[in-house]
C-alpha cells in the first residue's frame, strides 16, 4: 500500500517544542520532495515547509522560519519536522504530503497529526 503515516503532535505549552515523523510506504521515498501542510481550525491549508529529495534544499514559510526544521532519513523512509518556539498560531493538524511538482499539487497525503499549542 502506499501511504503516509504522521505521528508526534499532541499538546504544548507556548515556547514549547515537538517533532513530527511521517513514515513513508509503497512508493520510493528517496526519489521525490516532501512537504509539510497544516490547517488551522476555521482555516484552509498552509503549506509549511518542504525538502528535496536528498534532504539538501529546505524551504519554508515566513511563518516558521527559524523556528522549524524539516529534515529526513531516507534509510528509515522517513520525514521530519522539528518545531522549536512554539506559538498559538501553530495549533493546527500536520500533514505530510507528497508534491507533485511546483505549485502542482499533491498527489499523497498522511492522515494528520494534531498540535495544540495552549497553556
Known amino acids: 500500500e502506499v501511504q503516509l503515516v504522521e505521528s508526534g503532535g499532541g499538546l504544548v505549552q507556548p515556547g514549547g517544542s515537538l517533532r513530527l515523523s511521517c513514515v513513508a510506504s509503497g512508493f520510493t521515498f528517496d526519489d521525490v520532495a516532501m512537504s509539510w501542510v497544516r490547517q488551522g481550525p476555521r482555516k484552509g491549508l498552509e503549506w509549511v515547509s518542504a525538502?528535496?529529495?536528498?534532504?539538501?534544499?529546505?524551504y519554508y514559510a515566513d511563518a516558521v522560519k527559524g523556528r522549524f526544521t524539516i529534515s529526513r532519513d531516507n534509510a528509515k523512509n522517513t520525514l521530519y519536522l522539528q518545531m522549536n518556539s512554539l506559538k498559538s498560531e501553530d495549533t493546527a493538524v500536520y500533514y505530510c504530503?507528497?508534491?507533485?511538482?511546483?505549485?502542482?499539487?499533491?498527489?499523497?497525503w498522511g492522515q494528520g497529526t494534531q498540535v495544540t499549542v495552549s497553556s
Open positions: 525538502v528535496n529529495w536528498n534532504g539538501r534544499n529546505t
Open positions: 504530503a507528497r508534491p507533485l511538482g511546483v505549485d502542482s499539487g499533491y498527489d499523497l
